[in-house]
């Protein structure tokens, strides 16, 4: 079936950089789209960006724009978020979703804490 | 990009028809049929509830439907159950090649 494994929890200084990474197993990898969606504590869910295999159509969102990096790496069937100059309101759960075609997100990773504090 | 608006709670007892609305823009809800519904449980990712606004994935129950009228797009819950009671989010593509987020709506079954 389906998987989404995401690493584990991450605490960071402000300032510092994270690394989130998202393995897939169980459907033809290269065919999909990944997105990146977080959620702070308390609040609602944020789209932040979409990988695509042609890097010109990677997308992010505006709030994100030199910030943050979404590559792949297909032997390893993984997708990577590389989030940078952290702030405190950086923390957050961070999950990665496969687009299931049809512009929607069809399965989810189980989410990796981000907290950043000093 | 702002966040598409949805009410803060809604509630409803066991059995009972609850909607909960998403509004959104010409940029968003109202540009394509592409509205997805997703259910969030404390401490659980979310899962996959409505897409193309009216289509189930396999499995959801069918106690769920989705609509839309211009700009606002809606989850219907029908036969409402305990377990309903989640947060709710709906996402739409948008004509910017982005996606957006509603700020999410509790449903407390009472």
């Known amino acids: 079936q389906v998987q989404l494994v995401q690493s584990g929890a991450e605490v960071k200084k402000p300032g510092a950089s994270v690394k989130v990474s998202c393995q897939a197993s169980g459907f033809t990898f290269t065919k999909y789209y990944i997105h990146w969606v977080r959620q702070a504590p308390g609040q609602g869910l944020e789209w932040m960006g979409r990988f695509t295999p042609n890097p010109r159509d990677i997308i992010y969102a505006q709030e994100f724009q030199g910030r943050v990096t979404l590559t792949r790496d297909t032997s390893t069937r993984t997708d990577y978020l590389d989030l940078s100059s952290l702030r405190s309101d950086d923390t957050a759960v961070y999950f990665c979703a496969r687009d299931g075609g049809n512009h929607d997100f069809d399965h989810w990773g189980q989410g990796t804490l981000v907290t950043v504090s000093s | ?110």
């Open chain 2, 1 to 110: 990009q702002s966040a598409l608006t949805q009410p803060a709670s809604v509630s409803g007892s066991p059995g009972q028809l609850i909607t909960i609305s998403c509004t959104g823009s010409s940029s968003d809800v109202g540009a394509y049929d592409l509205v997805s519904w997703y259910q969030v449980h404390p401490g659980k990712a979310p899962k996959f509830m409505m897409y193309h606004v009216t289509n189930r994935p396999s499995g959801v129950s069918n106690r769920f439907s989705g609509s839309k009228s211009g700009d606002t797009a809606s989850l219907t819950i029908s036969g409402l159950q305990a377990e309903d009671e989640a947060d709710y989010y709906c996402s739409s593509y948008t004509t910017s090649d982005t996606w957006v987020f509603g700020g999410g709506t509790k449903l407390t079954v009472l």
